[in-house]
Nanobody, 124 residues
Framework: QLQLVESGGGLVQSGGSLRLSCAASGAILRYYAVGWFRQAPGKEREGVSC????????NYGDSMKGRFTASRDNAKNTVYLQMNSLEPEDTAVYYC?????????????????WGQGTQVTVSS
């Protein structure tokens, strides 16, 4: 059974960086697309970045492009989200998710398996 565990969240000052990790058990991540999403209180879950099975990366959200990007370490069976130049508006719970067909989407309903999320809080 596929399980995803996010880590690396925390409190960071505006302008800082964080790298989130999404570790998998029960499946090999390079066979799937893995997306990162975030959800702030009172807002819908939105796509952040995704790495296709092929290794191609898609980044979503005009406010995040150029600052956030996914990557993958096949040896560690882990996908990362590098977040730079963080802003208070980036405060949210961040989730990783697997799309078993191998293709990325910015829409949460396209994904099959989800982690429990990790909180990121950016102070001004």
């Amino acid at each position: 059974q596929l399980q995803l565990v996010e880590s690396g969240g925390g409190l960071v000052q505006s302008g800082g960086s964080l790298r989130l990790s999404c570790a998998a058990s029960g499946a090999i991540l390079r066979y799937y697309a893995v997306g990162w999403f975030r959800q702030a209180p009172g807002k819908e879950r939105e796509g952040v970045s995704c790495i296709w099975r092929s290794g191609t990366i898609s980044n979503y959200g005009d406010s995040m492009k150029g600052r956030f990007t996914a990557s993958r370490d096949n040896a560690k069976n882990t996908v990362y989200l590098q977040m730079n130049s963080l802003e208070p508006e980036d405060t949210a719970v961040y989730y990783c998710a697997v799309q078993r067909s191998g293709g990325c989407s910015a829409y949460a309903e396209s994904y099959d398996d989800w982690g429990q999320g990790t909180q990121v809080t950016v102070s001004s």
